[in-house]
């Protein structure tokens, strides 16, 4: 008898608040192996938040966050609630790994040696066979002819994608993506949709922020509204762009022009 995987990642009943602002007010989010999540919704409506409070980078004030059945086990309360445990915070990181809107290269080192740092420093891999990896991972991407390039030297696009193969060489459990798009102009805009469609199509597991509602639409199994910290309304990408229920919904995609 075979038993079912628990989701990569789980939430349940999250609340994060920056002072007496609440940005979440009791969110649950499922992604399992193959999933890949759009969040969508207005500035403001805490998808980046909560893509942040996945993996840890903010802490969150109430509310179970559980990776691959093993639920943050925390110390104290309210605001003042932190992870108890940096062995599972490092964990979670090097498993559910970022790719910022910002990319966030280290300027100072080539592409090939900013793809290859985390998984040599932080996770104490051989060179060799890490280097090996991060230039296949660069043809994949396709930027491998600009591994000894710097930062500076590329584009946007080429420099999101050096970000996302960044993010793959960790070997990571799922791919949280912020915005990836928003800072590029359309044409490098596609170039960085073509590689994300084609991790989709291999059944990476992602969470995915967009602005990019075709994007959501094309390449999720699962979109999520989000609208003053609360989920308006979610479901597959069919209902939700082609028979949303919520009239707010209806409204935030027709001022998108999908609607």
């Known amino acids: 008898m075979t038993t079912t995987p628990p989701p990569v990642i789980e939430i349940t009943g999250l609340h994060k608040s920056f002072g007496a602002l609440e940005v979440l007010k009791g969110i649950d989010l499922t992604a399992c192996s193959g999933d890949v999540v759009a969040l969508i919704g207005s500035s403001g409506s805490g998808k980046s938040t909560l893509l942040r409070c996945a993996n840890l980078l903010e802490d969150s004030q109430q509310g179970e966050i559980i ?26 990181r090097t498993n559910l790994s970022m790719v910022f809107q910002s990319f ?31 230039r296949k991972i660069l043809d994949k991407v396709g930027i491998g002819a600009k591994c000894d390039a710097w930062p500076s030297e590329l584009s946007g696009g080429q420099q999101q994608r050096a970000a996302i193969a960044r993010a793959l060489c960790m070997e990571p459990r799922a791919l949280l993506f912020d915005e990836p798009t928003s800072a590029l102009d359309p044409e490098l805009e596609q170039e960085v949709i073509q590689v994300i469609r084609g991790l989709a199509e291999e ?9 990019d509602m075709r994007m959501a639409r094309d390449l999720s199994s699962h979109t ?8 308006e309304e979610q479901g597959p990408p069919s ?21």
Request: hydrophobic letters at 40%.
């Open 67 to 92: 990776f691959e059945g093993d639920p943050i086990r925390w110390k104290g309360t309210g605001h003042h609630r932190r992870p108890a445990d940096a062995e599972q915070v490092r964990l979670i």
């Open 239 to 259: 209902q939700i762009f082609g028979n949303a229920e919520s009239a707010r919904l209806r409204q935030f995609l027709s001022h998108s022009g999908t609607g």
């Open 203 to 211: 059944g990476r597991t992602m969470i995915l922020v967009t602005h």
């Open 104 to 134: 966030n290269l280290w300027s100072h080192m080539t592409i090939l040696q900013n793809v290859m740092e985390a998984p040599v420093t932080v996770l104490g891999e051989d060179r060799a066979e890490v280097e090996d990896r991060a």
């Open 224 to 231: 999520i509204f989000l609208h003053q910290g609360l989920i």
